[in-house]
Every structure is written in C-alpha cells, then in structure tokens.
C-alpha cells in the first residue's frame, strides 16, 4: 500500500482535507462546508470519514494526520478557546478515534498558513504572517521557526483595537470590524440588507460602485494596515504576507490596507515589503500536511 498523510485546514466556514504522499503528491482532496459553529466538530468528522474511506478504497494508507484549527492552541496541541468553534472534544483526541495507531499532530490555523508559506512559499526564514479570512490573525516567523508565545497565543492581530481616527465609534476587536465575518456583518447592519455570500458580495458590490461596501472594504482594510504598522514598529520584520481568502483577493480592502501599512512606515528608511501569499487561501492545507509528514519523520527517529 501507498504510504500517504492526512492534511486538515479547518476554517469557520469550511473543513478542507487532502490525502498526501511524501513527495507532495496529493491523492484525494475534500471539502464540507460548517453549519454555524459546528457543534462537536461534526464537518471535521464527516470529513475525516470521507477522506479515510477514500485511502481505502484506493489502497492508500494513512501513516499520520496534520490539522490546523481556527482557535487558541497550545503548543502541546490542546485547543484553548472557543472563538469561532464550538468544539466538545479535543480535536486530536477525536482524530485519533477516527485514525487510529498513527501520529497526530494539531496546531492552530494560522500556523500552518505560515509552515505552509515557510516550507513551500517564498517567505523566506523571517516574516509576519497574516491570515485574514472569515477570521483575523498573524504570527511571527523568525530565522525559520514559527513563534508561539508562552500559552502557544501568539496569534492574536485580530484583538488590537481599530484606531480612531479610522472608525471613532467603534468599540470592537479589530477581527470584529475587518474579518470577513466582520466585513459582512457591517454591512448588512448598515444597510438592512441580506449578504448571502458574505464578503464576496460586498466585494461584488463594491467593484459595482455601491459606495457603502466601498467605504467598508476601505475602512476595514485602512484597520488592518495601521495594526501592522504598530506590528512593524515592534518586530521590524523582513516582510509581511497576506494569506486568507479575503488576504489574498484583490479587492478594495486589500488596496486601503497597502496604502495605509505605506503610509504609517514611510517615514523610516526601507521598510518591510507587503507581499501575498503565494500559496493563496491553501496555505493552511500546505501547513497542516507538513506538521502530519514532520511527525512521521519523528516517528522514525525514536530509537
């Protein structure tokens, strides 16, 4: 049989999984989309049974999973929060019911964007790493080794405040305000109206010239650029990348966020480039299949 990992990339709107042999070939990729908070992991398990019936079926066989999930992880892969799932069992315990005998490892999401753009992106070994998505948050990528932070909480971009200047009445998280989720939610409050497709449909109507989705992407995206500022201002990083799927899209709140990020660090010689993840909203995917083949390499390390 055909020695294959299992990659787990789990957002807050789908669950998205991939069957990878050694050599980054992948075998079998899957998606389920989440139903509000996904009470006790139900697409992550769904989609799990699906992806494992499939290696069967082709005579793949699973020697460990990686996964990547939307919350507070510690770093010895314990899920800490519940911000965006509502989650009832640890993550790496169900796993290891539903594969069982082989490694798992669990991080959270933005780590693996940022091991996925480390491993197979062209971040080179020193940058700030942002996923910006249906949620909002970075981390630090520093002579090759991804920051954690004590409590494994380092990740957490979508906290900081949005400056007044940009938005005097908010008193939200900037996830809040800038998220896609945030994005939507804003304006379907300032508009009465239903968003079906959440960002994308304000983006859709922004490039349509409705000046109410423009002024949101705007604000959302000038929010953005000025935390980064203050991040720059602190850790002075080779480079900032763009992941996400709202990251990566050229839309008006990507531009408003470039603008302001060059506006803030103008005034100090050569400041860090602005780049967009050249693994594109995968990132996660990529991260999460390089923690699962990591683990088997461990594995065969022990004497």
Same mark, same amino acid.
């Given at each position: 049989?055909?020695?294959?990992?299992?990659?787990? &990339?789990?957002?807050?709107?789908?669950? %998205?999984?991939?069957?990878?042999?050694?050599?980054?070939?992948? %075998?079998?990729? #899957?998606?389920?989309?989440? !139903?509000?908070?996904?009470?006790? $992991?139900?697409?992550?398990?769904?989609?799990?049974?699906?992806?494992?019936?499939?290696?069967?079926?082709? +005579?793949?066989?699973? *020697?460990?999973?990686?996964?990547?999930?939307?919350?507070?992880?510690?770093? #010895?892969?314990?899920?800490?929060?519940?911000?965006?799932?509502?989650? *009832?069992? =640890?993550?790496?315990?169900? $796993?290891?019911?539903?594969?069982?005998? !082989?490694?798992?490892?669990?991080?959270?999401?933005?780590?693996?964007?940022?091991?996925?753009?480390?491993?197979?992106?062209? +971040?080179? #070994? &020193?940058?700030?790493?942002?996923?910006?998505?249906?949620?909002?948050?970075?981390? =630090?990528?520093?002579?090759?080794?991804?920051?954690?932070?004590?409590?494994?909480?380092?990740?957490?971009?979508?906290?900081?405040?949005?400056?007044?200047?940009?938005?005097?009445?908010?008193?939200?998280?900037?996830?809040?305000?800038?998220? +896609?989720?945030?994005?939507?939610?804003?304006?379907?409050?300032?508009?009465?109206?239903?968003?079906? &497709?959440? *960002?994308?449909?304000?983006?859709?109507?922004?490039?349509?010239?409705? &000046?109410?989705?423009?002024?949101?992407?705007?604000?959302?995206?000038?929010?953005?650029?000025?935390?980064?500022? =203050?991040?720059?201002? !602190?850790?002075?990083? %080779?480079?900032?990348?763009?992941?996400?799927?709202?990251? *990566?899209?050229?839309?008006?709140? =990507?531009? /408003?966020?470039?603008?302001? $990020?060059?506006?803030?660090?103008?005034?100090?010689?050569?400041?860090?480039?602005?780049?967009?993840?050249?693994?594109?909203?995968? /990132?996660?995917? %990529?991260?999460?299949?390089?923690?699962?083949?990591?683990?088997?390499?461990?594995?065969? #390390?022990?004497?």
């Amino acid at each position: 049989m055909t020695g294959v990992v299992l990659g787990l &990339d789990v957002g807050g709107t789908k669950a %998205h999984g991939a069957l990878v042999g050694p050599d980054r070939t992948v %075998h079998v990729e #899957a998606k389920k989309s989440t !139903v509000g908070r996904d009470p006790g $992991l139900r697409a992550t398990a769904d989609l799990v049974t699906t992806l494992t019936l499939e290696a069967a079926a082709r +005579g793949l066989r699973i *020697t460990a999973v990686g996964a990547g999930f939307p919350e507070y992880v510690s770093p #010895a892969g314990l899920l800490t929060s519940t911000e965006v799932l509502d989650w *009832t069992t =640890q993550p790496g315990d169900l $796993l290891r019911e539903l594969v069982p005998g !082989v490694p798992v490892v669990v991080d959270s999401d933005v780590r693996c964007g940022a091991l996925g753009e480390l491993r197979r992106g062209a +971040g080179g #070994a &020193d940058f700030f790493y942002v996923s910006l998505g249906s949620g909002l948050s970075s981390v =630090q990528v520093s002579g090759g080794a991804l920051r954690y932070g004590r409590r494994g909480e380092a990740i957490g971009l979508g906290e900081f405040v949005v400056p007044s200047d940009i938005d005097d009445d908010w008193r939200g998280s900037l996830e809040d305000y800038a998220s +896609g989720s945030g994005v939507a939610a804003r304006y379907a409050r300032a508009t009465g109206s239903e968003v079906p &497709d959440g *960002t994308r449909s304000v983006a859709a109507r922004a490039a349509a010239g409705d &000046d109410v989705a423009r002024l949101i992407l705007d604000t959302a995206g000038r929010a953005i650029g000025a935390a980064l500022a =203050q991040v720059v201002a !602190v850790l002075d990083p %080779h480079a900032v990348i763009l992941g996400g799927g709202l990251g *990566t899209a050229e839309t008006e709140l =990507q531009a /408003a966020l470039r603008a302001e $990020l060059d506006w803030r660090t103008a005034r100090r010689p050569d400041p860090p480039r602005l780049s967009v993840s050249e693994l594109g909203p995968a /990132a996660g995917l %990529h991260g999460a299949v390089e923690l699962a083949l990591d683990s088997v390499v461990d594995e065969k #390390a022990v004497p």
